[in-house]
T-cell receptor, first 116, second 114 residues
Framework: SQQGEEDPQALSIQEGENATMNCSYK?????LQWYRQNSGRGLVHLIL?????REKHSGRLRVTLDTSKKSSSLLITASRAADTASYFCATDFYNAGGTSYGKLTFGQGTILTVHP | DGGITQSPKYLFRKEGQNVTLSCEQNLNHDAMYWYRQDPGQGLRLIYY???????QKGDIAEGYSVSREKKESFPLTVTSAQKNPTAFYLC?????????????FGQGTRLTVV
């Protein structure tokens, strides 16, 4: 079963607006990562946030993590048409023994469309 | 240029055939992964390898096989036992297991059964 679930499934905005995507997960995580996928291409890593971090920034990206709610959000500020893509969260979580599985589990993604 | 290369980009398979997808990386990464992506879906893990000569099943390993004889190579064979192989296949690698590091992805192979 997939660990991360993104919300919304699709998001359509105008250039210049902010885009917020959410990710919820089920079990304790080691880290949470966000990836971007242009249509028909491979995934590109955007940002990694560890379980002991609450917020990280990278350029126009802001990621928050709330481990008590088992959720994360990705904010893209001042969006551009070139931001049009699918965005996935991925978690590397712990097994019952408290060690990392060492593999990423992906959600189903949010399709973001930014209109010029 | 360092990176991860998948080939071919497009692959057509007849019913009952085995086909092998290539994945090569020159990033000196220990860990490699194979994912399957269906239209409008997320990625599902098929197999992963954290070190040469060792690999583990992912969530949907049935009908697939892999080998990891060299650090830089992690080929995936889609066997005739895989009943619905049409999908987009993505290979990834990371310095170590993804407990601490990001994954780097290839550009994918689109497999179609004809």
């Amino acid at each position: 079963s997939q660990q991360g679930e993104e919300d919304p499934q699709a998001l359509s905005i105008q250039e210049g607006e902010n885009a917020t995507m959410n990710c919820s997960y089920k079990t304790s995580i080691n880290n949470l990562q966000w990836y971007r996928q242009n249509s028909g291409r491979g995934l590109v890593h955007l940002i990694l946030i560890r379980s002991n971090e609450r917020e990280k920034h990278s350029g126009r990206l802001r990621v928050t993590l709330d481990t008590s709610k088992k959720s994360s959000s990705l904010l893209i500020t001042a969006s551009r048409a070139a931001d049009t893509a699918s965005y996935f969260c991925a978690t590397d979580f712990y097994n019952a023994g408290g060690t990392s599985y060492g593999k990423l589990t992906f959600g189903q993604g949010t399709i973001l469309t930014v209109h010029p | 240029d360092g990176g991860i290369t998948q080939s071919p980009k497009y692959l057509f398979r007849k019913e009952g055939q085995n086909v092998t997808l290539s994945c090569e990386q020159n990033l000196n990464h220990d860990a490699m992964y194979w994912y399957r992506q269906d239209p409008g879906q997320g990625l599902r893990l098929i197999y992963y390898s954290q070190i040469v000569n060792d690999f583990q099943k992912g969530d949907i390993a049935e009908g697939y096989s892999v080998s990891r004889e060299k650090k830089e190579s992690f080929p995936l064979t889609v066997t005739s036992a895989q009943k619905n192989p049409t999908a987009f296949y993505l290979c990834a690698s990371s310095i170590e297991n993804t407990g601490n590091t990001e994954a780097f992805f290839g550009q994918g192979t689109r497999l179609t059964v004809v």
